[in-house]
T-cell receptor, first 110, second 120 residues
Framework: GENVEQHPSTLSVQEGDSAVIKCTYS??????FPWYKQELGKRPQLIID???NVGEKKDQRIAVTLNKTAKHFSLHITETQPEDSAVYFC?????????WGAGTKLIIKP | GAVVSQHPSWVICKSGTSVKIECRSL??????MFWYRQFPKQSLMLMAT?????????EQGVEKDKFLINHASLTLSTLTVTSAHPEDSSFYIC????????????????FGPGTRLTVL
């Protein structure tokens, strides 16, 4: 079955700098890769997603890249702000379910 | 669009009682709903997948007689934790996927706000 690995588990960056979170997956049949942001005690919220027919997608300060050959995808946040502090989860679809990464706690230092 | 509500947001109950959690899709038809459990500082753990009108599919290790799931309509799924015990205390979150009222299927999962269950 699908396995999703996410790194790093914790990422601390200076406000204004960029943050990159990486995920790898094992099932070559996966074709949908969403990223969710979860603030403490709240629901996960979709921030961006990408499908296998696209290599990169951007939405303002957030971008996701996908390398199907290498089976990895990454989340890029530029010009980080305090409100970006949260836990970020990557996921990959498999058999109509999402297989989740372990999460990355992003800390934005003032 | 794509709003999912969950009720209650928190519940405290005595050991041995049953607790029902409701998950509703407010502006779309949820053909599939997912129930997750999340422990502090951990990822989402899928408990079961339910398709409207059919029996839920439980993940390995999840007791279907303890966690009863009903998905009787395209906008409502319920999770009942039967004979709850302290080890069932957790954050339970539902998500839904389906067809927008304006048409078109979406495979994006939209999450409810979660239910914090504490069993004394």
């Amino acid at each position: 079955g699908e396995n999703v690995e996410q790194h790093p588990s914790t990422l601390s960056v200076q406000e204004g700098d960029s943050a990159v979170i990486k995920c790898t997956y094992s099932d070559s049949a996966s074709n949908y890769f969403p990223w969710y942001k979860q603030e403490l005690g709240k629901r996960p919220q979709l921030i961006i997603d990408i499908r296998s027919n696209v290599g990169e997608k951007k939405d303002q300060r957030i971008a996701v890249t996908l390398n199907k050959t290498a089976k990895h995808f990454s989340l890029h946040i530029t010009e980080t702000q305090p409100e970006d502090s949260a836990v970020y989860f990557c996921a990959a679809d498999s058999n109509y379910q999402l297989i989740w990464g372990a999460g990355t706690k992003l800390i934005i230092k003032p | 669009g794509a709003v999912v509500s969950q009720h209650p947001s928190w519940v405290i109950c005595k050991s041995g009682t049953s607790v029902k959690i409701e998950c509703r899709s407010l502006d779309f038809q949820a053909t599939t709903m997912f129930w997750y459990r999340q422990f502090p500082k951990q990822s989402l753990m899928l408990m079961a997948t339910s398709n409207e009108g059919s029996k839920a599919t439980y993940e390995q290790g999840v007791e279907k007689d303890k966690f009863l799931i009903n998905h009787a309509s395209l906008t409502l799924s319920t999770l009942t934790v039967t004979s709850a015990h302290p080890e069932d205390s957790s954050f339970y979150i539902c998500s839904a996927r389906g067809v927008a009222l304006a048409g078109g299927f979406t495979d994006t999962q939209y999450f409810g706000p979660g239910t914090r269950l504490t069993v004394l």
